[in-house]
């Protein structure tokens, strides 16, 4: 009986949770939905009465400002983020590799430092990236966004990707190189398919990083032509009025390519995720 009603009772919690976390979603998809009339109403109405697609057709195929749509933003952040997760992907996994498999000096060190640098608070990195961005050329410039947010995913990149490594036996790669394989062939066809789990799971993170910065997109680029979503978002915000439609439109939007990617690699990232915390 006890353990009957302990059950129900984190059941329950857990629901609730849920739908905590929902509820935001719920509400952003909603209005975006809404005519404003609702949106603007005194009694708020959980469903759209009369929805409408005008929101989505404002942002879509209206001007953000004046000669750049969204879909010039949307390519922007799109270019961004698939630059960070593969540089951030194949250099993660190198120095993954380095630091399970070789011993050299000053390696424990290093992996410090590897945590050590997630501790930093990202604001307080502003003002030195945005001096180093500009003396080597690269302000206003998207190459040197993708640099930034491959300095932030790196870390917890080779980090976790370390420990898949470390779970691949060393044997595996001896029978290869035993049997004719050079080291190309040893990494390529026998431990990249082993650390792939891992490969998704830290992509997803470093895809997040570069599809929902803010800070230092609007810091480090100051051309409205090159400017990602995020930074596109504050446009619907006025010094005088709000359109929150098209601002819950354009969020909406903005949340479908996490959503639609982290849908895709579900399954990889769960048993990523636990591979690397069982061993490494």
Excluded: C
Aim: net charge positive; aromatic share 12%; glycine share 6%.
């Amino acid at each position: 009986m006890k353990r009957g009603v302990g059950k129900f009772a984190v059941n329950a919690a857990g629901l609730l949770v849920a739908l905590f976390a929902v509820f935001p979603v719920f509400w952003m998809v909603s209005t975006s939905l809404k005519p404003n009339e609702e949106i603007f109403s005194a009694t708020p109405q959980p469903v759209p009465r009369e929805p409408t697609l005008r929101h989505y057709r404002d942002v879509l195929i209206g001007d953000v400002i004046p000669g750049v749509s969204f879909t010039d933003f949307f390519l922007n952040s799109a270019l961004v983020a698939v630059a960070t997760v593969l540089l951030s992907g194949l250099l993660a996994l190198l120095a993954a590799t380095a630091v399970a498999r070789f011993r050299f000096r000053l390696r424990t060190s290093f992996l410090v430092m590897l945590l050590v640098v997630q501790m930093i608070p990202l604001e307080a990195l502003v003002i030195p990236l945005f001096l180093m961005i500009r003396r080597l050329g690269l302000y206003n410039q998207l190459p040197g966004l993708v640099l930034v947010y491959l300095g932030f995913s790196l870390p917890f990149a080779v980090w976790m990707l370390r420990g898949f490594v470390a779970a691949v036996p060393g044997e595996l790669e001896e029978a290869a190189a035993i049997d004719g394989a050079s080291r190309w062939q040893t990494f390529w066809r026998v431990l990249l398919p082993l650390v792939a789990p891992g490969l998704v799971a830290t992509s997803i993170f470093s895809f997040i990083t570069a599809w929902n910065e803010l800070i230092f997109a609007l810091t480090f680029i100051s051309t409205e032509d090159r400017y990602t979503l995020p930074v596109a978002m504050t446009f619907f915000f006025g010094r005088d009025d709000t359109a929150w439609g098209s601002v819950m439109a354009a969020s909406t939007l903005l949340t479908l390519p996490v959503m639609i990617f982290f849908v895709l690699v579900q399954r990889r990232m769960v048993s990523g995720l636990v591979a690397g915390a069982v061993k490494g």
